[in-house]
């Protein structure tokens, strides 16, 4: 099955700044989503973005969309502290019922 | 409000043990997934059940199996536990299975 590949492995930012990262996946998707871990709890559901759209806003957080590059960026704007925390992606497998995770990005913002 | 509960939070076995880890979900969805968690390996899936009875492996099925009786419910089974299950354990369930899935907040298991 496919994976999505989150770049970079790890982040630090001071509070205030925003932060973006990537994902990228190797074959056609029908949705991307993105979900954040906080430290040793389960998964909360961000953001899903379908394959025809390229741009989604909830809150301050904005998802790009790009097919032919077969990428995706997260972008966080005036981060918090709260917002420590790991950040995965993950791609429909066409023809299945279930979701690949990447390996995520783990993002530190310091007060 | 979406619930997922795991029975666990953290669970201490011994090798050779038979362990259940139990998943319960109060949305009336249709599909349940097992995941562990290893670092540097990501989400991995074990399991999944798209209807009561059915199951499905995923990428790791090995050493594993799993039990749908009734909907909300979806148990995991190590048949003999050995140290390389060590892991974080995570279920999710989704009302259409490539849709946003609901985790449960995980059972670290360590198997001695």
């Known amino acids: 099955s496919q994976q999505g590949e989150e770049d970079p492995q790890a982040l630090s930012i001071q509070e205030g700044e925003n932060a973006t990262m990537n994902c990228s996946y190797k074959t056609s998707i029908n949705n991307l989503q993105w979900y954040r871990q906080n430290s040793g709890r389960g998964l909360v559901h961000l953001i899903l973005i379908r394959s025809n759209e390229r741009e989604k806003h909830s809150g301050r957080l904005r998802v790009t969309l790009d097919t032919s590059k077969k990428s995706s960026s997260l972008l966080i704007t005036a981060s918090r502290a709260a917002d420590t925390a790991s950040y995965f992606c993950a791609t429909d497998d066409s023809g299945y019922s279930t979701l690949t995770f990447g390996k995520g990005t783990m993002l530190l913002v310091s007060p | 409000d979406v619930k997922v509960t795991q029975s666990s939070r953290y669970l201490v076995k011994r090798t050779g043990e038979k362990v259940f880890l139990e998943c319960v979900q109060d949305m009336d969805h249709e599909n349940m997934f097992w995941y562990r968690q290893d670092p540097g390996l990501g989400l991995r899936l074990i399991y999944f059940?798209?209807?009561?009875?059915?199951?499905e492996k995923g990428d790791i099925p090995e050493g594993y199996s799993v039990s749908r009786e009734k909907k909300e419910r979806f148990s995991l089974i190590l048949e003999s536990a050995s140290t390389n299950q060590t892991s974080m354990y995570l279920c999710a369930s989704s009302l259409l299975g490539p849709d946003t899935q609901y985790f449960g907040p995980g059972t670290r298991l360590t198997v001695l």
């Open positions: 059940s798209y209807d009561v009875k059915m199951k």
